[in-house]
């Protein structure tokens, strides 16, 4: 139990300099430039991120799955998905600048739309590094390394604040250090192709000095590809119910609606590093092996998540609209008073997101990620149909309940998928608050 705890805490404060310097990155870009140049930014910004798990393909949680499952063998596959990402990447590059120029039309939002790519590929990288730190378990340097872009946003958009620059300048700033730190990021990923890695929960490999035989043996791409659909595709349909909002109410609204809702959304983000903290950093490897070699242990952290998810999500969701009104118009300015509002009743989804983070966590073992996927993008479907549908007539307002429908929705599927296909009947029984679940 210390054990897990000491994991989770040095997890959670990077996860939490993240979300802090991530909201105050928001609020500076907020308070330097317009209305309409925060929601313009906002919302390419957004949709280079949706985009961003096709041009992945969903590596990271790939690698995570086939070294979690085959141990010092998942090096087999890294070589070929590095090489599909060849493909890949660019092909996303390409969908970013030509869907976005049908979406705006301007010649400014067209420029900021390049500057802003590298975005796509940082993320991509950025990803798989992480991958290879939560395969080590070495959380101290996960949480550094996820909180390195998070470093590199708020120092630009400090420098905008106070030079007062606008946001094609902000873009050029984005552009040079995103474009860097894909570099980078690529680099630490790399050592995963040799298996020159620490791989945590599998034993040791004694010979170092050369890659495992199975790693020098060629995997056929197009089955690789076919493998990693999934993943690619959870995320993708992930991010549209989650982020899509945005862009589509630039798009139908305005950039000065899209400004308003991605101030809201910030704070939501913010609190959403917590259960992201847990499941997708912390217990995500974890939850391959324990499917693999203890699925008693699996049921165990299943009833705890879902309970502490639970009572947090709750408490989240009160303190959110208390505290709106006020803080709001102080950190963002009083330009964004209607964000105040919009979040009070955006925090609705605080427990329904909490608890699909738990219940959704089992759905990537074994075979069932290509369930979790249909779930996510049957949701994806209906959130995007929403927002076309109420957007029009309640501005802000329609994404708001575009999202609380697709939360509660997505949660319900979460929970069939779980219990037809992984629990049976133990899935709403035996929650707890029992620590025990993580003893080692």
């Known amino acids: 139990m210390l054990s897990a705890l000491k994991s989770i805490s040095m997890v959670w404060v990077g996860m939490l300099l993240g979300a802090g310097l991530s909201f105050a990155t928001q609020a500076l870009l907020a308070r330097t430039l317009s209305l309409d140049e925060y929601g313009l930014f906002s919302a390419i910004n957004h949709f280079i991120l949706v985009v961003t798990p096709l041009a992945g393909l969903g590596v990271g949680s790939y690698w995570l799955k086939k070294f979690g499952l085959s141990g010092w063998d998942g090096s087999r596959w890294v070589g070929t998905t590095l090489k599909l990402l060849t493909i890949s990447v660019p092909l996303g590059l390409c969908i970013v600048i030509f869907g976005g120029r049908l979406i705006w039309t301007d010649p400014t939002a067209r420029t900021l739309l390049i500057l802003l790519c590298p975005i796509l590929v940082m993320q991509t990288f950025n990803l798989a590094a992480c991958s290879r730190f939560q395969l080590e378990e070495r959380y101290g340097v996960l949480s550094f390394w996820r909180t390195v872009p998070v470093m590199a946003r708020f120092l630009i958009s400090s420098v905008v604040f106070v030079m007062g620059y606008d946001v094609l300048r902000l873009g050029v700033g984005y552009c040079g250090a995103m474009s860097v730190l894909s570099i980078v990021g690529l680099a630490l990923a790399y050592p995963l192709k040799t298996g020159n890695i620490s791989l945590a929960g599998h034993g040791k490999r004694a010979d170092w000095s050369q890659p ?229």
């Open 212 to 440: 495992p035989q199975e790693t020098r043996d060629s995997i056929a791409p197009g089955a690789v590809f076919k493998e990693m659909i999934p993943f690619a595709s959870g995320s993708f349909f992930g991010l549209i119910y989650l982020q899509s909002d945005i862009f589509i109410l630039s798009f139908l609204s305005g950039n000065e609606a899209a400004g308003l809702y991605n101030a809201a959304f910030a704070v939501m983000a913010a609190i959403y590093f917590i259960p992201a903290a847990i499941f997708n950093q912390f217990l995500l490897p974890k939850y391959h092996r324990w499917s693999a070699q203890d699925e008693d242990k699996l049921l165990s952290v299943f009833r705890f998540g879902n309970a502490s998810m639970l009572i947090l999500g709750l408490v989240a969701m009160v303190g959110v609209i208390l505290v709106s009104p006020y803080v709001i118009p102080m950190i963002f300015g009083d330009k964004f008073l209607a964000t105040a509002e919009i979040l009070s009743w955006l925090a609705l989804c605080i427990p329904f997101r909490f608890i699909s983070s738990s219940v959704g966590g089992c759905l990537v073992t074994k075979d069932n990620m290509k369930r979790k996927v249909f779930y996510q993008g049957t949701i994806a479907v209906i959130n995007v149909m929403l927002n076309f549908m109420l957007i029009p007539m309640y501005q802000a307002y329609g994404a708001v309940i575009s999202t609380v429908i697709s939360e509660i929705l997505l949660l319900a599927t979460y929970l069939f998928g779980a219990q037809k296909h992984v629990f049976r009947s133990n899935v709403l029984r035996g929650w707890n608050l029992n620590w025990k679940a993580f003893s080692q």
